[in-house]
């Protein structure tokens, strides 16, 4: 079990542009969720998406977007860039009826706006 | 709301030493509390997690919380530390609702823990 893969592990964009970051879930996995975390702080929640739909939503503009896909994988968009979105993003994969107290974390994509 | 507050934001140990890293909530209702790790350039792993029942939870790697409900509290300890201990640690809090945890972790700012030879 390959457990929760991310991609790119890092990437560089420009302020302004628009990057999608990619997360295929833990098998057996439905839930998927996404978390921000900038330099020197805890991980913070962006959105969760089961059955293909935004189940719950984090604080972040809506700049921020995702989507799920039927085979469970995810995608997390950021348009028009600022350098403040510069953090290291995690996925979490779970099952949705254990919830949160089931969930595995992938490495992480580290993205630097420049 | 829920929050988490960890206290340190750096703690650094001597090898063989006790590891005590502390962990406070605030919640309305009684939640699930986990335990992170993170080492450097990686994802989190979960040390450890409170749902139910016994309030003294051991994990992975030698560590183990307690929950301290009086004292909305879920401190990390270790008896003796080890070099590869080095790590961030975070605490963190989850919403209980129809019998499971459907929200989403709300994390605490997480405590550095070096670890001197």
């Known amino acids: 079990d390959a457990g929760v893969t991310q991609s790119p592990t890092h990437l560089i964009k420009t302020r302004g542009q628009q990057v999608t970051l990619r997360c295929s879930p833990k098998?057996?996995?439905?839930?998927v969720s996404w978390y921000q975390q900038a330099l020197g702080q805890g991980p913070q929640f962006i959105f969760q998406y089961y059955e293909e739909e935004e189940r719950q939503r984090g604080n972040f503009p809506d700049r921020f977007s995702g989507h799920q896909f039927p085979n469970y994988s995810s995608e997390l968009n950021v348009n028009a860039l600022l350098l403040g979105d510069s953090a290291l993003y995690l996925c979490?994969?779970?099952?949705?009826?254990?919830?949160?107290?089931?969930?595995?974390f992938g490495q992480g994509t580290r993205l630097t706006v420049v | 709301a829920q929050s988490v507050t960890q206290l340190g934001s750096h703690v650094s140990v001597s090898e063989g030493a006790l590891v005590l890293l502390r962990c406070n909530y605030s919640?309305?209702?009684?939640?699930?509390l986990f335990w992170y790790v993170q080492y450097p350039n990686q994802g989190l792993q979960l040390l450890l997690k409170y749902t139910t029942g016994a309030t003294l939870v051991k994990g992975i790697n030698g560590f183990e919380a307690e929950f301290k409900k009086s004292e909305t509290s879920f401190h990390l300890t270790k008896p003796s530390a080890h070099m590869s201990d080095a790590a961030e640690y975070f605490c963190?809090?989850?919403?209980?609702?129809?019998?499971?945890?459907?929200?989403?972790?709300?994390f605490g700012k997480g405590t550095k823990l070096s670890v001197k030879p």
């Open positions: 919640s309305s209702v009684p939640p699930y």
């Open positions: 979490a994969s779970s099952l949705a009826y254990r919830g949160m107290t089931e969930a595995f």
């Open positions: 963190a809090v989850t919403l209980v609702s129809g019998g499971g945890s459907q929200g989403n972790l709300i």
């Open positions: 098998s057996g996995h439905d839930t």
